[in-house]
């Protein structure tokens, strides 16, 4: 069993940065794949990012790209998604997952843990 814990939240005026990070425990972190979703009041949870398990593949949904960097470090266990020139759209709850042998990382069905989320509030 993995345990995600997100952290790094908070509110931030728009053109702000935050970083938020994805923590395992129980096992360690570094043959899972990792996305970060996000969910807003009202909508459905969707992808915003996702590392491969070696870091080389990323994917990042067309909103964020070049604002948001995944990375991730296997030593630590932990994820982070950093989140530049943010935008008050960006204003969610955002959640990180875990799974193996993912072949969609964009497809929430596929991860098998899940972090309870952290909200991101970004004010215009």
């Known amino acids: 069993q993995v345990q995600l814990v997100e952290t790094g939240g908070g509110l931030v005026q728009a053109g702000g940065s935050l970083r938020l990070s994805c923590s395992a425990s129980g096992r360690t972190f570094d043959d899972y794949a990792v996305g970060w979703f996000r969910q807003a009041p009202g909508k459905e949870r969707k992808i915003v990012a996702a590392s491969s398990v070696s870091g080389s593949d990323t994917f990042y949904t067309d909103a964020v790209k070049g604002r948001f960097t995944v990375s991730r470090d296997n030593a630590k266990t932990t994820v982070y998604l950093q989140m530049n020139s943010l935008k008050p759209e960006d204003t969610a709850v955002y959640y990180c997952?875990?799974?193996?042998?993912?072949?969609?990382?964009?497809?929430?069905?596929?991860?098998?843990?899940w972090g309870q989320g952290t909200q991101v509030t970004v004010s215009s």
């Open positions: 997952a875990a799974g193996r042998g993912l072949y969609d990382f964009t497809d929430s069905r596929e991860y098998w843990y």
